[in-house]
């Protein structure tokens, strides 16, 4: 079955696989990213997708940089990509304009990655703490989080221009399952109500 797959289909289960791994599953189950799949980002998505896109992209440049020879700590990736921006749920509740927004929600992000990970390593801290940057100051000390800071201005920007159905997190969730239905691959539970 593994044989017939394309490559592209190849490479979107092995993204899946990630997401879907532990570390995926426990931000998952979590309150934040519950909220976060109604929330409303960048006026034409959600939080949970916009997140989706933001890991995806995040783990596609981590697979490109290993082909070349740079690596990586993939776990602090994908917890980094993941807790990036939920320290955002419940944005209009917590901040009084969008200027407290951008400085605090990274900030806010550290303290929810802490509340699901209460061991959270350095790197992915840091990661979240400096993803906005450089609308915020400081950049990131890590390689991780220069990728996730790519990652997440590149999805913003698509859906901010080209809109719901072609953002990132959106089109990564089809191919998905469109992928799992070719494959016979499981549509794991825990991202099918995002998109
Ligand atoms: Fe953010
Ligand atoms: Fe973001």
Redesign the pocket.
Known sequence: MFKSMTGRQRRNLRLLDDLESRTGREIYKSDYFNVALSQTHHNQTTVAVHTLGVAATSLRIYYMLNALGFHLDKESLLKGSLC??L??VGRSEKFENNREC?KQ??VD?VIAAREIFPDLDERTEDTIRH??WPCTLLPPHHREGFVVTVA?KYC?AIEGVAGKFYCPGNRFLRAMRQDNTVSGHTDKTALKTAG
């Open positions: 990036h921006d320290g955002i951008l929600h990274p992000s993803h906005m997440d913003a």
